[in-house]
């Protein structure tokens, strides 16, 4: 409870008022009935470009090999576990570092291939996009670009490959700081949708103009692969 007052006193402060109240409000709804709003975003190959504007020059960005990754499976500060590691490996996801000297401050996966959202729901999208994703800068680098930072280096991994369509995300939509950062990016906010219910009966929630033809998320084992 301390923990929740903290976050949405921080989220007044960083976002203001009325941000922090749909914040709590989200918080509430989700322990009580289970409720995540997601927005889905799209950078089209056309409009995708670099940005370096105001990361410090002592800063590396790069690809890591993913068995680099392996140490901070041990290190609760980087949110990355055994599990996760494996699945990336798995899809053959690349991930992009910032580095500062010897120490990982920042880092984004990115996927050719459906990948599952949490243990019950799966996000497809057509072959051609790369799912940017699980983006997380260490606490106290945040707010200093390094996010963007990562997007020439994803840019010159995909950008010539044939099919290249663009990148595609999903950010929880009270998730301010990644919304601010993405919008930074160019991306556009294209749809909507929320995964409600607890358990077993969880389920995809969107309205038919949602979706982007050929993006969907399917809850796992589920027949009909639709939402
Ligand atoms: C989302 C995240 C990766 C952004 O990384 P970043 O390197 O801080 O990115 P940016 O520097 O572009 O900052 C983005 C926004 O963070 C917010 N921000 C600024 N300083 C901050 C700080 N000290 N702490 C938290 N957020 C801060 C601001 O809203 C900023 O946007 P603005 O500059 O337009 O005001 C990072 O906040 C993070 O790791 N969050 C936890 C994991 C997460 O939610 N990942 C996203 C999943 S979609």
Not at 21 to 40: F, H, I, N, S, T
Not at 115 to 121: L, M, P, R
Not at 142 to 147: S, V
Request: hydrophobic residues 45%; charged residues 20%; contains cysteine.
């Amino acid at each position: 409870m301390l923990g929740l007052a903290l976050e949405v006193r921080d989220h007044a402060a960083r976002f203001g008022a009325e941000r922090a109240a749909r914040y709590l409000a989200w918080r509430v709804a989700d322990r009580l009935a289970g409720y995540m709003p997601y927005q889905g975003l799209l950078l089209p190959a056309s409009r995708a470009r670099g940005r370096n504007a105001f990361a410090p020059n002592r800063l590396v960005c790069r690809e890591v090999a993913l068995q680099e990754l392996a140490p901070y499976t041990s290190d609760s500060a980087y949110d990355l576990s055994e599990r996760f590691l494996s699945d990336a490996r798995a899809r053959a996801d690349c991930c992009i570092g910032v580095f500062a000297g010897e120490k990982l401050v920042s880092y984004s996966f990115n996927s050719r291939v459906p990948t599952n959202i949490d243990s019950g729901f799966r996000y497809e999208f057509p072959e051609g996009w790369v799912y940017h994703f699980k983006a997380f800068t260490l606490p106290e680098w945040r707010g200093q670009g390094l996010h963007s930072r990562q997007m020439s280096a994803i840019l010159n991994k995909f950008a010539g490959l044939a099919c290249f369509k663009g990148l595609t995300t999903l950010v929880v939509t009270t998730n301010y700081a990644s919304l601010a950062s993405f919008a930074r990016l160019y991306f556009e906010p294209v749809f909507r949708f929320a995964i409600v219910g607890k358990g077993e009966k969880r389920r995809v929630v969107a309205d038919g103009h949602s979706f982007r033809e050929g993006f969907a998320v399917a809850k796992l084992g589920a027949s009909n692969g639709g939402p």
